[in-house]
Each structure stands twice: as C-alpha cells, then as structure tokens.
C-alpha cells in the first residue's frame, strides 16, 4: 500500500520561498499515478494546488500558476513542491496526495507551514 | 474556477440518514461523473469515501452513499453513527483551467 509522507521548513519568511517533498513508499512514483499537491488554511477548505506525472508533465491551478512549480525525483521516488513570493495567505497545512483517475485516494498526513516573520 | 458549493452544516441523529448536497455547473459536476467525496475529522487528514458519483472505495462503510443529478451530487449517510461527526468535502474534474475544485466544506453533526 502506498504511502505518503511531507517533509519541509514549519515557518517561512513574507516573500520567500516555501519548499517541501513528499516521499513515496510502498510503491513506485513511476506507476501510473499523478502526484499532487493540496493545500488548507486554518479552518477554512481544501485547495487543489497542482499535480505532477512521473514524466515531468504538470498541470497547475490558475490562481498559483505564476508562483507555483512541482518537480518529481524518480532516483529518490519523491515529489516537490516551491512557491514563491509567498504571504501570509500561504499559511496552510500542505497535503500531498495520490491521484488515482479522477480522485484523491491516498493523502499524506499534512505539514503546517506558516508564513511569518 | 469557484468552490463547489455545499451547505455549511447537516446534523441527524444517532440511525438516522442525512444528505449533503454538492452544487456545480455543466463544466464539472454536471459534466462529468467524476465526483469524489472526503471525509475529514479535527486534526486529521481527508479520507477517501466516494470516487465516480456513487463508487465505494474498499474499506469504506456501506452506510456512505453518493449519487448526482444535474449538477448536483450528493452523498448520503444512513444509520448514523457517532463516528460520522466530521467535515466532508465534494471535489470534481473540471472542464476550466482548473482541472480539479473542491467545495466548501460540510460540518456534519452527530445529535
């Protein structure tokens, strides 16, 4: 069964860079699966960020599309997430996800990340 | 691309059935049967309940139910149970440049 796990800084500077890896295990980041990003500010709703397929291919959300790159590394069966210019609006707790066809089905457990000085 | 749209809160009773709506447009929910359906409780990260409209995950209780008219989808929870004290979220594929929106998110409540 695969499994998905987040890992990256906790708190991140106003208009700096915010970077974090899932790492896969379980299974291999190569199947047929598109990787994703999702994202969730302090009690509010979920947002779909992006999604990567092994290839390299990418499809992001329009409203992050300029800020927002997701990179996958087959040789450490992980993916990656940046964006950049980021603001307190950023604040989230970021998920990385498994899509299988046209729904999530396997989450990470979340990592907070707050954007403060 | 707006949030689908879903009621801020449901509440039943302990073997009661409660619905919770999902509303979008022909460019996803009506579009297309590619609705999915997660369960999320304080802390914890969504569930995976519901995928294509009405399909069950394995593992999943058959007391979940979803289906969709229109360009509305719905799920459904019978025999309710204490455990169901959650928020659960609708998402679709969509037609926009969006490619997947959840919607706004259901507190359902356990009486």
């Known amino acids: 069964q695969v499994q998905l796990r987040e890992s990256g800084p906790g708190l991140v500077n106003p208009s700096g860079t915010l970077s974090l890896t899932c790492a896969v295990s379980?299974?291999?980041?190569?199947?047929?699966?598109?990787w994703i990003w999702i994202r969730q500010p302090p009690g509010k709703g979920l947002e779909w960020i992006g999604e990567?397929?092994?290839?390299?291919?990418?499809n992001y959300n329009p409203s992050l599309k300029s800020r927002v790159s997701i990179s996958v590394d087959k040789s450490k069966n992980r993916f990656s997430l940046r964006l950049r210019s980021v603001t307190a609006a950023d604040t989230a707790v970021y998920y990385c996800?498994?899509?299988?066809?046209?729904?999530?089905?396997?989450w990470g457990q979340g990592t907070m990340v707050t954007v403060s000085s | 691309q707006s949030a689908l749209t879903q009621p801020a809160s449901v509440s039943g009773s302990p073997g009661q059935s409660i619905t919770i709506s999902c509303t979008g447009t022909?460019?996803?929910?009506?579009?297309?049967?590619?609705v999915s359906w997660y369960q999320q409780h304080p802390g914890k990260a969504p569930k995976f309940m519901i995928y294509?409209?009405?399909n069950r995950p394995s593992g999943v209780s058959n007391r979940f139910s979803g289906s969709k008219s229109g360009n509305t989808a719905s799920l459904t929870i019978s025999g309710l149970q204490a455990e169901d004290e959650a928020d659960y979220y609708c998402?679709?594929?969509?037609?926009?440049?969006?490619?997947?929106?959840f919607g706004t998110g259901t507190k359902v409540t356990v009486l």
């Open positions: 996800a498994k899509r299988g066809k046209y729904a999530f089905d396997i």
């Open positions: 379980g299974g291999s980041i190569s199947s047929t699966n598109w």
């Open positions: 990567i397929f092994h290839s390299g291919n990418t």
């Open positions: 022909s460019s996803d929910v009506g579009g297309y049967n590619y």
């Open positions: 294509d409209v009405s």
């Open positions: 998402s679709s594929y969509t037609s926009s440049s969006s490619f997947y929106v």
